[in-house]
């Protein structure tokens, strides 16, 4: 009997992190030699193709894919799936959340398993040279494949984790796929312009499969309809082939192609999720239709009843208010400012602040001024972090609200509770953030 690689899961994570990571090194111009499927669907290769075990739907996107993937995992399950698999990324709080079956995480023995079957593949690719060295993100797509095929899933729901045309969860073969709003997110590695954004976004698009396309930009959905054009997939656009009609009390009815559901509701705040909320509905349409069905008003509405999507405008208490969000680009922020409006109106929050150095601090920042009271800048756990003195100065050049530093995040969240006594509390900038302070919050 063949030795395991590895005997822990501490030592396994260990070769996993020696890995690549684009997710914490300094920003990489989007190329077909930094980034390819072609490591990926070797590995793939010789573990008998287990993303091909399973009907797949494809979610891409700048900001809403996370949550319109979740939105969909939670429509497929209610529906009748009894094994759904949702692959996300970045994690919130724990890499295992990243992987999950109908919503739990994989295990740490499942991750070991996962991670001892694929070393050996991952080891042969490398074996021709260093630069065929799989990523970490490579790496842990394929985990994410393994792990549903091992546990027969009926579904999986696969978000994109950067861009999408060479992304490594591009090698499925979805019976759907769909695009969240495209924004300004990544430019120094997908590209300047919405255009250019789009187009990588758009590759994830497939000959006759059916893309469902979120509320965008017309500059993005023009590249995005071309592209379907040219490959020949049915496009259902938001506000032409499925239509969301707000209601009071947050609620909304949703008119598509195929039916009306009526009186729906979401537990997260803000229109944007909403939005995402429909274009999940309709992505599930299209998927359930491939797979023998027809989804029904009682479904959509118990399956969003039931989600728990932490960290995405989420109102983690009401008594003080705190809001956690991971918003780190202007059109999240401008949507997390939006929600809360919506949820508090008139009220000015202390906003507890840390983001990656290369993000659009700017705009992030202009976004959340309508909300702002005043500002507690702090670090994130990441070598990308901007400094906070740095980002309060950023801060203090686009307005003259009281702007305070903490550069260790558990004084700042001291701190930032302290100054909102019993009053509306925000944390935003970043998925690290939010994850760090959300387990501290809920441990206190």
Not at 122 to 138: C, M, N, S
């Amino acid at each position: 009997m063949a030795q395991r690689p590895f005997r822990t899961i501490d030592a396994a994570l260990g070769w996993l992190f020696s890995a690549t990571n684009y997710e914490q090194k300094k920003i990489v111009r989007y190329n077909t030699r930094e980034f390819n499927v072609d490591r990926a669907r070797a590995i793939l290769e010789m573990l008998d193709d287990p993303h091909l075990a399973y009907p797949t739907v494809h979610v891409a996107g700048t900001k809403g894919k996370g949550s319109t993937s979740a939105f969909a995992a939670a429509v497929l399950h209610r529906w009748g799936l009894e094994s759904v698999g949702l692959y996300t990324s970045p994690h919130l709080m724990k890499l295992n959340e990243r992987i999950s079956i109908n919503f739990s995480a994989i295990s740490d023995a499942e991750l070991l398993q996962c991670i001892n079957m694929v070393k050996a593949p991952v080891d042969r690719v490398t074996a021709g040279g260093i630069h065929l060295k799989p990523t970490f993100f490579e790496i842990f797509t394929v985990i994410g494949f393994l792990n549903f095929a091992l546990r027969k899933v009926n579904a999986a729901v696969i978000e994109v984790g950067l861009g999408g045309r060479l992304d490594a969860t591009n090698l499925v073969r979805p019976v759907a796929t769909a695009i969240s709003p495209v924004s300004y997110d990544h430019t120094a590695v997908l590209g300047a312009t919405l255009s250019l954004i789009a187009r990588e976004k758009a590759g994830i698009i497939k000959a006759g499969v059916p893309v469902v396309v979120g509320r965008q930009h017309p500059e993005a959905f023009g590249v995005i309809e071309a592209t379907a054009k040219a490959v020949g997939a049915p496009v259902r656009a938001y506000g032409r082939d499925y239509l969301l009609y707000e209601l009071p009390g947050r609620r909304f009815d949703l008119k598509t192609t195929r039916r009306c559901y009526r009186g729906l509701r979401v537990p997260l705040l803000g229109a944007h999720q909403r939005q995402n909320a429909a274009t999940a509905v309709a992505l599930c349409e299209e998927a359930v239709e491939r797979l023998g069905g027809r989804l029904s008003n009682r479904v959509v509405s118990e399956a969003f009843a039931t989600l728990n999507w932490a960290g995405r405008v989420e109102l983690f208490s009401e008594t003080p208010p705190i809001v956690i969000d991971a918003a780190h680009n202007a059109a999240s922020a401008r949507a997390l400012t939006q929600a809360v409006q919506e949820a508090f109106p008139g009220q000015k929050a202390v906003i507890l602040i840390g983001i990656a150095a290369h993000k659009d601090t700017r705009g992030v920042i202009q976004a959340l001024l309508p909300i702002a009271g005043r500002f507690v800048a702090t670090t994130i756990d990441s070598p990308r972090s901007e400094d906070a003195r740095a980002l309060a100065g950023r801060i203090r050049s686009r307005c003259d609200l009281p702007v305070e530093t903490r550069t260790h995040r558990r004084d700042a969240l001291t701190l930032a509770r302290r100054r909102a006594g019993g009053g509306l509390m925000v944390i935003t900038g970043s998925f690290y953030l939010a994850g760090e302070l959300r387990a501290i919050l809920a441990r206190q």
